[in-house]
């Protein structure tokens, strides 16, 4: 076994010229540092975790999209966006308390493990100090959690499970978006008005931590209305073809099909339902309707016609015609040619939101960043007034309640804004059933 | 020493150095120069690579020496992994328990599939495998929920029991350790321009994976080691010796199924989370990727593979468009943007394709895995100029070339 002689040769040089290393004394130990990642040279880095594949890839792509941008506005280039409506008025556009931001990406595939070890090299390689992202509730969690451990902020992106801020939340970490109870709660009124109040729903479940919060939401809420739950269906993670789901649903006396499924998943189980002709079924003398509880734009095209009429809730949408809203269309507007998603939004004001806390903190110490956000209340964000609730780290801010535009005047133009539910009625005490066993612990700063 | 022979010694004392200064060889260039995106001397990435290590040596234990093509060992990987974590959240957080248990339950569980899995051989094998280890998974991501917690994956929580450990105190996640020292715990040293990171984490797994290595060797150099190549040349005539391959073919698949479950138990010892994902049949492709890339029946062939492999995976997934940006703005811009198109398809999210084609120019031309490029390399050296063609034949008896392990 020869053939290491070369190698082991280069070990010992190795060796030796770390023995001179040691001797010099330029020695850093961690101990040097405050805190994980604690930026000691001009920039900043931040960590983008979004799904680059999977069932995910085109949130993932639109949220990678609006971070690039919202770094941009962060070191005064580009028009500065939502930066001129933001209520708070400490970032400057000289970056994060003059240190200029950069960043770094990463896959998560839409996989706990795949993005847990892509934050992990991050944090561990790329010394980033803030880690954002996640298309699925499922890889939130697990990325908050790792966040938590490693000692850095995690600012949630695109996920709607009860759980990230519910039984999972943590010290470390933060969601801008709105979550499956509010969707019920909004979506609920609605509903009534339009279906009466004796239905009889069948539930489609993405079978993960979204999509069982989202169930239970919805069908908490329905039931509260009168409205009878048929059966629950679990359906796995990007199935591709759920007609093997949809048939049973024909041989129910159901008249509502619920489908809580997001992203290529909803597209997929929306079209085949439309195949199989529910949307002109009639049952116990109603029209046979379907609810997809969480929408959006990037699903809406998926789908195309079929979504016509079908109601939903989201986050934002890029009609709406406050400062804040156009402000960031503009300029995303202008930077890729069409209007940003939901998921660009939330990602976008997430961004935004960390650095104004630094800014208002004077330090990149995560602890102190938390308190900063914790019971931060801004405007000119999109959503109205909103807070930052210190109890679970949510955001509560209006919800809207959208339906798929039967005559569209552009491929962008697909939604339209039903109501706009205020968040007083979307509001819940932190101890609610749906939001119990969890605890936040205490921030940690690594 | 050790009960190997002095050529083993070496071999064995070489590959504990090479282990031990992995944080400096996975180092080498400066911090701040253009090529520090080319470094792998990150306590995750070093972690990952004994790990899987471990996982690819004991792969080879069954598929190198009886050539029985496993295609389901990362079932083992996640239930080791499974285990762990329970042990995690009900006894301690000391990684000993875990990593035993983790080795005992996918213990028994290989002995179970490889019962049912070893009646039949060759391709009907690896199907059988293929086919435990997808219920593994599906059982794992749907039905057992309760015990796995499905898609999100099992994790600590602030209300488990943690008999052992007493009341937690605080209110933070405890953290791994083995007696009192954590694993994530990292000595930072800034020499010359380099950092190196010295990790608890890493080390841990660095001397579990040599002492795996060790017992692989004695495995490799035993008689028990010399029935299993006997099943792989062949079976047919073992059997009519009088020997039974059966309890042979079973006790490796049992070893190499302990090696996953200890691998995965690692892999939770470092990251108290465990994923479904972790069990899906890409992930037992990997492994047989890992050991052919290497150069299947050698014992370091499946850890070079390991590593290779770990590494592509996380410095070349990392090179987004704004990164190639930077490497090739001295183009002109028509140019620039050609040639970023054309690399951006090989890194980032397509770094599959980087392995790809590795994989293939490997077995194509380099049958016996990156082991046998390395020895040709050094033959070449060692032979000076000295030209050599087919004709010039080292071994005029004309003794039948080793079996290449390509399945």
Same mark, same amino acid.
């Given at each position: ?194 279906? +009466?109040?004796?239905? %009889?729903?069948? $539930? ?5 931590? *979204?999509?069982? @919060?989202? #169930?239970? /939401?919805? =069908? ?83 789908? +195309?016609?079929?979504? %016509?009429?079908? $109601? ?5 949408? *890029?009609?709406? @015609?406050? #400062?804040? /809203?156009? =402000? ?119 | ?407």
């Amino acid at each position: 076994m020869s053939k290491f002689d070369l190698t082991r040769r280069g070990v010992l040089k190795t060796g030796a010229i770390t023995g001179a290393g040691l001797a010099l004394p330029t020695i850093f130990t961690s101990g040097a540092s405050a805190f994980t990642n604690e930026p000691m040279g001009g920039t900043v880095t931040l960590g983008f975790n979004v799904p680059q594949s999977g069932a995910y890839a085109d949130e993932g792509a639109d949220e990678l999209r609006a971070y690039q941008l919202a770094v941009e506005h962060l070191n005064g280039e580009g028009d500065g966006g939502m930066l001129n409506t933001f209520s708070s008025k400490v970032l400057e556009g000289n970056g994060i308390l003059g240190k200029k931001v950069q960043y770094v990406t990463g896959d998560t595939q839409t996989k706990s493990d795949a993005a847990r070890a892509s934050a992990k090299s991050m944090i561990e390689k790329d010394g980033a100090i803030m880690i954002t992202g996640g298309s699925s509730s499922g890889v939130a969690i697990a990325v908050q959690g790792l966040c938590q451990e490693a000692g850095v902020i995690f600012m949630a992106g695109l996920t709607h499970s009860n759980d990230t801020t519910g039984k999972d939340k943590k010290a470390n970490g933060f969601r801008h978006f709105f979550n499956a109870y509010m969707s019920g709660a909004a979506l609920a009124p609605v509903l009534k008005n339009l279906y +009466g109040d004796d239905r %009889k729903a069948y $539930h489609l479940t993405a079978d993960y931590s *979204w999509g069982w @919060t989202q #169930e239970e /939401s919805i =069908a908490a809420a329905t039931e509260a209305l009168g409205w009878e739950t048929v059966a629950k269906v679990r359906t796995p993670l990007g199935a591709g073809d759920f007609s093997s789901y949809i048939t049973p649903v024909l041989q129910t006396d159901a008249d509502v099909l619920v489908l809580n499924h997001y992203g290529g998943d909803m597209v997929n189980s929306l079209t085949n339902a439309v195949q199989f002709g529910l949307r002109d079924k009639m049952v116990n003398g109603k029209k046979f309707e379907i609810i997809v509880p969480l929408f959006s734009r990037l699903m809406a095209k998926g789908a +195309g016609e079929n979504i %016509k009429g079908i $109601h939903g809730s989201t986050n934002w949408h *890029w009609s709406l @015609t406050d #400062e804040g /809203s156009q =402000a960031f269309v503009k300029s995303f507007g202008t930077k890729y040619g069409f209007p940003p998603s939901q998921a660009a939004h939330t990602v976008y004001c997430q961004t935004l939101l960390y650095a104004d806390a630094v800014a208002r903190a004077g330090s990149f110490n995560p602890c102190a960043v938390a308190e900063a956000l914790e019971g931060f209340e801004f405007d000119g964000l999109g959503n109205g007034k909103t807070l930052y609730r210190a109890d679970d780290h949510q955001c509560f801010k209006d919800v809207l309640v959208v339906r798929g535009k039967e005559n569209p005047t552009s491929e962008y133009d697909l939604l339209e804004v039903v109501e706009v539910t205020p968040a007083a009625q979307v509001t819940y005490a932190p101890d609610h059933p749906m939001f119990a066993g969890g605890a936040l612990g205490q921030c940690n700063a690594g | 020493m050790f009960g190997l022979n002095k050529k083993d010694t070496t071999f064995l004392l070489i590959v504990i150095a090479l282990t031990l200064f992995t944080p400096i060889l996975m180092q080498p260039f400066a911090e701040g120069s253009g090529l520090a995106q080319f470094n792998g001397g990150y306590p995750d990435l070093m972690q990952k690579v004994a790990i899987f290590g471990i996982f690819a040596v004991g792969f080879n234990i069954l598929f190198g020496l009886t050539g029985y093509l496993s295609f389901g060992h990362a079932a083992f990987l996640g239930i080791g992994s499974y285990a762990a974590v329970w042990m995690f959240k009900l006894l301690t957080m000391n990684v000993i328990p875990a990593i035993l248990l983790a080795m005992v339950v996918s213990g028994i569980f290989a002995a179970a599939i490889g019962y049912v899995s070893l009646r039949r051989s060759g391709i009907y094998f690896s199907i059988l495998t293929l086919a435990f280890a997808q219920m593994c998974y599906k059982m794992a991501y749907s039905v057992l929920t309760p015990l796995t917690n499905g898609e999100t994956g099992l994790q600590l929580s602030l209300d488990d029991p943690r008999v052992l450990d007493g009341a937690s105190e605080g209110h933070s996640l405890p953290v791994t350790n083995i007696f009192g020292l954590p694993m994530n715990a990292s000595y930072k040293l800034e020499a010359l321009g380099h950092v190196f990171t010295f990790n608890v984490g890493f080390y841990f797994s660095a001397v579990i994976a040599i002492i795996a290595f060790y017992v692989a060797i004695r495995l490799f150099r035993s008689p028990f080691g010399m029935m299993l190549r006997a099943v792989k040349s062949n079976q047919q005539r073992m059997t009519y010796t009088g020997l039974d391959p059966k309890p042979y073919t079973l006790a490796a698949f049992v070893i190499s199924g302990m090696y996953a479950g200890l691998a995965g138990g690692l892999l939770a010892a470092m990251d108290p989370l465990a994923g479904a994902d972790r069990m899906l049949w890409t992930a037992s492709g990997e492994v047989v990727i890992m050991t052919i890339l290497g150069g299947a029946g050698t014992l370091m062939g499946p850890v070079l593979g390991a590593g290779v492999i770990k590494y592509l995976e996380n410095i070349f997934s990392k090179i987004n468009e704004g990164v190639l940006h930077q490497w090739f703005s001295f183009l002109p811009d028509g140019l620039e943007d050609l040639v970023i198109w054309i690399f951006a398809r090989f890194t980032g999210e397509g770094w599959h394709l980087t392995l790809g084609v590795t994989f293939m120019l490997v077995v194509t031309f380099l049958p016996g895995g990156l082991i046998e490029g390395l020895k040709r390399l050094n033959k070449r050296i060692k032979g000076g100029s000295k030209k050599r063609d087919k004709y010039d034949d080292p071994d005029p008896e004309h003794r039948p070339e080793p079996g290449k392990h390509v399945a």
